[in-house]
């Protein structure tokens, strides 16, 4: 059966006992899961799943023409519920999550969008500190993983930097001054707006 790691984006209630749950995976893109019993106890039933938590999971591929997987085996990897305590990053989190579930995909892979919201999780987790301004660097990594940035050769370099700030690989954010600030995050924005789906 495959097994993947995933990211909880969104816990849909169905029925008693039952959640369908929307998640990023880095191998297969959008999975949305299959949940029966996971408001139950006891040592044969699922672990407690929460919003923005990750999991591996073990799950059977879906039947012709669904998408909806059921998991065989789930471990929980990493718990970012302390990320609550600040309104404003929880509130950022969920509409980035809204973002990802509009335009991600079932078995398009996106490893690096993963690790990006991985990160950002991690990072609103770990301190109260208004992390919102980092929330676009993250539809930036969607948006190149999918081929739709390109800058001339004197720009890479920026936007290396903040590809590696976004994925984990530094842990301090470029210096930027905020006029560059204000006028990339336009500039996201309207990548956003020309490629992206914004309904829902």
């Known amino acids: 059966m495959p097994e993947s790691n995933c990211i909880l984006l969104r816990l849909t209630p169905f029925r008693e006992n039952t959640v369908i749950a929307a998640s990023l995976s880095p191998e297969y893109g959008r ?31 879906p039947k012709d023409g669904s ?10 990897v990493r718990i970012h519920d302390s990320l609550v305590e600040n309104t404003r990053n929880y509130m950022a989190v969920c509409s980035l999550a809204a973002f990802l579930l509009r335009n991600s995909r079932f078995m398009v892979e996106l490893p690096r969008t993963y690790q990006a919201l991985s990160v950002i999780l991690a990072r609103c987790a770990a301190t109260k500190t208004d992390m919102t301004g980092f929330m676009p660097y993250v539809k930036l990594v ?25 994925l984990g690989i530094t842990s301090e954010p470029p210096p930027f001054n905020t006029s560059y600030y204000g006028r990339l995050i336009q500039w996201i924005d309207a990548l956003v707006s020309l490629h992206c789906n914004q309904d829902g």
Do not use: M, W, Y
């Not at 039933?45 to 938590?53: A, C, I, K, M, T």
């Open 31 to 61: 999975l949305d899961l299959f949940l029966p019993g996971v408001k139950k106890t006891g040592k044969k039933q699922f672990p407690s799943v929460g919003l923005f938590r990750e999991l591996a999971v073990d799950f059977k591929p």
């Open 67 to 76: 998408t909806l997987c059921t998991p065989r085996t789930i471990d929980i």
């Open 142 to 166: 969607f948006l190149h993983e999918n081929g739709f940035v390109s800058v001339p050769p004197e720009k890479q370099k920026t936007l290396d930097s903040i590809f590696d700030f976004a």
